[in-house]
């Protein structure tokens, strides 16, 4: 059972990048998906999170407008697409999927990104 982020790195301010986490060994179907981060001296928060029909999405409001949460159940994978980066938005990105029925809960291992010019 694993999660598996991928799509970080380092981009100017205003830039995009598109954050992907895979899962392995379980379904993503029973599960709603989200994002959370942890900025450098901070505590980890919630980014988005995403209901297995894609029907209930929410957002932080610092990312409000810019990010984009979405999942392929196909793919058993989550995206999260960040455009109009800031500075602010530099941290590890972490994915998290929480079973509805059992709450057992899985961590991805993280991915960096950092916004700097």
């Known amino acids: 059972v694993q999660l598996v982020e991928s799509g970080g790195g380092l981009v100017q301010p205003g830039g995009s990048l598109r954050l992907s986490c895979a899962a392995s060994g379980f379904s993503l179907n029973s599960y709603v998906m989200s994002w959370h981060r942890q900025p450098p001296g901070k505590e980890r928060g919630l980014v988005a999170n995403?209901?297995?029909?894609?029907?209930?999405?929410n957002y932080a409001d610092s990312v409000k407008g810019r990010f984009t949460i979405s999942r392929d159940n196909a793919k058993n994978t989550v995206y999260l697409q960040m455009n109009s980066l800031k500075p602010e938005d530099t941290a590890v990105y972490y994915c998290n999927a929480v079973n509805y029925y059992s709450g057992a809960t899985y961590w991805g291992q993280g991915t960096q990104v950092t916004v700097s010019s």
């Open positions: 995403i209901n297995s029909a894609s029907s209930r999405i």
